[in-house]
């Protein structure tokens, strides 16, 4: 099995910054595409970034040029470094990891979140 913890969430003034870990366990063999979700109160579940084994990157449109996904493929770890944050950024964050597993099967697993808020 595979366990993904999310940490770096928490409170912050609009216009602060925060940077959210992913660190992904267990038996993997390798990791492809990785990502950043997030639910804000009463809606549902939408999706922040993306980033692939070669590094290509997705985002939102309501997070380009404020938020930065990476990874670091030896620690099996996905950041989310969010600036110049907004009250609509509030949200559970979740992140989610495309995982190949070392019987070879290939399975999508998700943390169980970190709440971010951003107070105005």
């Known amino acids: 099995q595979v366990q993904l913890v999310e940490s770096g969430g928490g409170l912050v003034q609009a216009g602060g910054s925060l940077r959210l870990s992913c660190a992904a366990s267990?038996?993997?063999?390798?990791?492809?595409?990785m990502g950043w979700y997030r639910q804000p109160p009463g809606k549902q579940r939408e999706l922040v970034a993306t980033?692939?084994?070669?590094?290509?990157?997705n985002y939102a449109d309501s997070v380009k040029g404020r938020f930065t996904i990476s990874r670091d493929n030896a620690k099996n770890t996905v950041y989310l470094q969010m600036n110049s944050l907004k009250p609509e950024d509030t949200a559970v964050y979740y992140c989610?990891?495309?995982?190949?597993?070392?019987?070879?099967?290939?399975?999508?697993?998700w943390g169980k979140g970190t709440l971010v808020t951003v107070s105005p």
């Open positions: 267990g038996s993997i063999f390798s990791i492809n595409a």
């Open positions: 980033i692939t084994s070669g590094n290509s990157t």
């Open positions: 989610n990891a495309d995982v190949l597993l070392r019987s070879y099967r290939s399975m999508v697993y």
